[in-house]
């Protein structure tokens, strides 16, 4: 096969990838900006006149939807910082120290990594209920972090792999503890895997519905509402509690990469 119809290839599979993630994305956000005649007609497709009316009713009538925001960011942020840090400890630990008890415990955490959250779940509500933490910040911080603390630290465990223990040998010596070399050796050369897990669970808590009054649930409501579905509001706010994760991954797609690839090559 020509080299030119190779490329050719490659670059249509490449455009019908990318316009079946976008084209959807971007059809709900420019039907937000239309009147509800609008959205659905065949001529105002592209034929409309923009309006910030659909925001303005989100603002006024869904008050609850950036109550649910203000929790997924309170939540995100409190999973991110906590995942981040187990895995990066956890993976330092399965990465400079060997033994059985190491080998099983990481098979575990794979096999774990399988089952469905909400089968893990489900039996800890007595227990969050016994305790007083239901309906907190807390208790959905620790649950989503615990979620991706699994997969957080085999990818951090493949980052610091490829840092040498050289490193850590010259700081022993030198009277580091094995704190100080985590904090002075490994987080800075770690940092990419760090953005790697973050994105992970930012977009995981970010998007969660089952669990707590998130802005996903209130979109749900929306969905459901007893009077009919105001399509226009809908889609506005889609695309509020779609922009802030969509514009992370954007920003971080280098370090989500590096992520999935990491220890794919060594040399």
């Not at 187990?86 to 990594?113: E, H, P």
């Not at 022993?172 to 994105?199: H, T």
Request: charged letters at 10%; glycine letters at 8%; a neutral charge.
């Amino acid at each position: 096969m020509p080299r030119l119809v190779r490329h050719l290839l490659k670059l249509v599979g490449v455009l019908a990838v990318v316009a079946w993630s976008l084209v959807p994305i971007g059809l709900i956000a420019l039907s937000s900006f239309k009147a509800d005649r609008d959205i659905f007609s065949p001529t105002g497709a592209f034929s409309f006149a923009p309006t910030l009316a659909n925001y303005e009713a989100l603002w006024n009538r869904w008050g609850d939807f950036f109550f649910g925001l203000w929790n997924s960011f309170l939540v995100t942020v409190g999973a991110t910082l906590l995942a981040v840090g187990v895995s990066l400890l956890a993976g330092f630990a399965y990465s400079r120290f060997a033994s059985r008890g190491l080998q099983a415990s990481a098979f575990f955490l794979i096999f774990i990594r399988l089952i469905p959250p909400i089968v893990i779940t489900l039996p800890l509500f007595p227990v969050v209920n016994w305790l007083g933490l239901n309906d907190t910040h807390f208790i959905l911080i620790l649950l989503y972090a615990t979620f991706f603390v699994s997969l957080g630290t085999v990818v951090m465990r493949t980052f610091i792999d490829q840092i040498p223990r050289e490193l850590d040998e010259a700081a022993m010596v030198d009277g580091a503890s094995q704190m100080q070399i985590i904090a002075r050796i490994i987080l800075p050369m770690a940092a990419q895997g760090m953005l790697a897990v973050s994105v992970f669970v930012i977009v995981y808590a970010w998007n969660e519905f089952l669990f707590a009054k998130t802005a996903p649930l209130v979109i749900s409501e929306m969905i459901g509402a007893v009077e009919g579905v105001e399509w226009g509001v809908l889609f506005a706010a889609s695309t509020v509690q779609l922009v802030p994760v969509l514009a992370f991954v954007i920003l971080m797609q280098k370090h989500l990469v590096a992520g999935l690839t990491a220890g794919a090559v060594k040399g």
